[in-house]
């Protein structure tokens, strides 16, 4: 099993910035994806950024210019960088590792962005 620990969300005015944290714990595999998603209230869920165990990066056109994702040096740690903040960014947003054989996902962490 593999736990994962968000934080860094909160309310921000538009053209403001947020840093999101995301930690694994447990068995990690050395191969994985890590990568956030994001859900807003009625839409369904949607990847943001996702970044592989060898530092490949992968973007929503929406976010790009915007976000960056990045992992720790312990590996077992992925940022999401967000810049530039639209309240179109709101949702509550979620971490994610995957590994060939297993997903997992966190518990989700609030980003609400005003106008």
Do not use: H
Not at 23 to 49: D, H
Not at 70 to 97: E, W
Request: with cysteine; aromatic share 8%; glycine share 12%.
């Amino acid at each position: 099993q593999v736990q994962l620990v968000e934080s860094g969300g909160g309310l921000v005015q538009a053209g403001g910035s947020l840093r999101l944290s995301c930690t694994a714990s447990g068995t990690i595999f050395s191969s994985n994806v890590m990568g956030w998603y994001r859900q807003a209230p009625g839409k369904q869920r949607e990847l943001v950024a996702t970044i592989t165990s060898a530092g490949v990066t992968n973007y929503a056109d929406s976010v790009k210019g915007r976000f960056t994702i990045s992992r720790g040096n312990a590996k077992n740690t992925v940022y999401l960088q967000m810049n530039s903040l639209k309240p179109a960014d709101t949702a509550v947003y979620c971490c994610n590792i995957a590994d060939l054989l297993r997903n997992f996902w966190g518990q989700g962490t609030q980003v609400t962005v005003s106008s």
